[in-house]
């Protein structure tokens, strides 16, 4: 006997050719044809939209999701589980209309502030967000979600003596939530007089101690002993540090192999030149291994006059999600590359420019810095062919040091372990080799090292290379007052750095594991 048919399936497979078009009165009309009660149908929706998600289906998942948010629920939860799934989809303008249409903030339950307040920092919206928790804040002065997250964002705008004093007030109140002593550590540098050691080890000590938790307090400990230059108890801190994280997550470099390989084994693309492209605007695209310059670069672009920088986005991401009708985790999967053969890669371009209408002012460029968009390059020269590529390159061994000794969130699994980082940065290597001999003079690699010796001659090279006037504002960071909501947050206020001696060079005995890992793959650094 076979099952009864599935309503939810059959609703989303007759709205899916509506949401395609985004023709939102066929949809409406389609809801009124359901016999549910109105905010239960929506609850049932947001479900759906992440089983369907959950079960490969990108292009249903957003159909569910758009469904719920033309049913306008009033249910706080729903809104922001809601909330999430169209950030996720990548539907702003309804994202913003969600939030916009549920009143002032000051009749907005807290934990819908915190939410609201996740996506618009999501979406680079640093100053929106600050109002959705200067109210969550204002309504209960000692929740430490609360401060956790607006010291976040004052980070993220510069404003780092507000965000101390979020961080410690946090702690006051809640001291064994680790989130907020590591970011503690990376605003406010520790001098002899003025450092949270103590506090720190005795955190370290406790019983039961969470691997995440774990994992925050022992970075902020490393963090603080780097900056008193105790190279022994620094690394000690380090190795508990990766340990803790790497235990949350699960990664395998086989995987990345195998993706890489798949990559490089794509056939040649048929690709528009330039002049058939046409248009503005035109995209530059900051890509390289994270913690390579890509912020830097990108904040010295944004000091053009003919440059909107808007950083760290999953645009295109999304644009391949739908091209391929796959939710792949992260960036990209296998599944994608492979279904990507079939794609229709200019209508993903097109795609990603409607996509960011709602952000784009008029300029006539625009910076997308996500880094690792370098897995999508071949893609990326299919669907914009005038969009200009920036590789950021920057000595291996600082690379991955970098990235061995930062925090990150579920992403960049391998970079708690030498052994996986040096692999992972050598597919890169083999990678980003591969797709400069695809596309010959599409990509453009910008030296960090010399680019911190040089801006003016580097930047202007770059300017050149982009097709935009070089101005002298662009040799330095400081000329950029945007929100910056990545972990260069507050090194690029500082200005273009040189170092006399790289950050590794005090842990490179500790580090020669990852010196030979990388010097088997035919890589060395300075």
Known sequence: MSAPPDPTRALLDHALPFAERRDFAPLRRLLAGVPADPARLARHLVESSYSEAL???????????????LLDPKDAETRRQLAARLRTTNDVPELLELIRASGP???????LLLGYAAQLSYLNRQEQALHHLDEARRADPDYPPTLVSRGQVLTYLGRSDEACAEFERCIAIAPKIGQAHWFLSHVRRATPTDHRIDRLRAALMQTGLAPQEEASFAFALHKELDDLGDADGAWQALTRACAAKRG???????????????????????????????????????VGMHRSGT???????DASPQ??????????????????????????????VERARAADLASAGRRYLDGLAWRLDARPFFTDKLPTNFFHL?????????????HLVRDPMETCFSNLRELFSDANAHSYDMGELADYYLQYRRLMAHWHARHPGRI?????????????????????????????????????????????ALQVREGVVRRDQPKWAPYAHRLQ??????????????
């Open 295 to 301: 912020t830097l670069v990108e904040q010295l672009l």
């Open 105 to 111: 903030a000051s009749r907005i339950p807290i934990p």
């Open 444 to 488: 453009l690699d910008v030296d960090y090292a010399r680019l911190t010796r040089e801006p003016d001659a580097v930047m202007r090279e770059v300017s050149a290379f982009c097709g935009i006037d070089y101005v002298d504002a662009m040799r330095d960071p400081r000329s950029s007052t945007r929100a910056v909501a990545t972990a260069s």
């Open 513 to 526: 594991p990852l010196a030979d890992a990388l010097a088997r793959g035919g890589v060395s650094g300075s």
């Open 307 to 336: 440059v909107q920088g808007i950083g760290e986005m999953y645009d295109f991401t999304c644009a391949m999600r739908h091209a391929t009708d796959h939710p792949c985790r992260g960036v990209i999967d296998l599944r994608l």
């Open 378 to 390: 071949d893609f990326l020269c299919a669907a914009l062919p005038q969009a200009r590529i920036l």
């Open 248 to 286: 949350t997550l699960k990664y395998d470099a086989a995987d990345t192999r195998r993706l890489v390989d798949a990559l490089v084994a794509l056939p040649p693309r048929t690709v528009a030149a330039d002049d058939e492209a046409g248009g503005t605007p035109v995209p530059i695209f900051i």
């Open 55 to 69: 079960e490969g289906r990108y292009r249903s998942s957003r159909t569910a999701a758009l469904l719920a948010f």
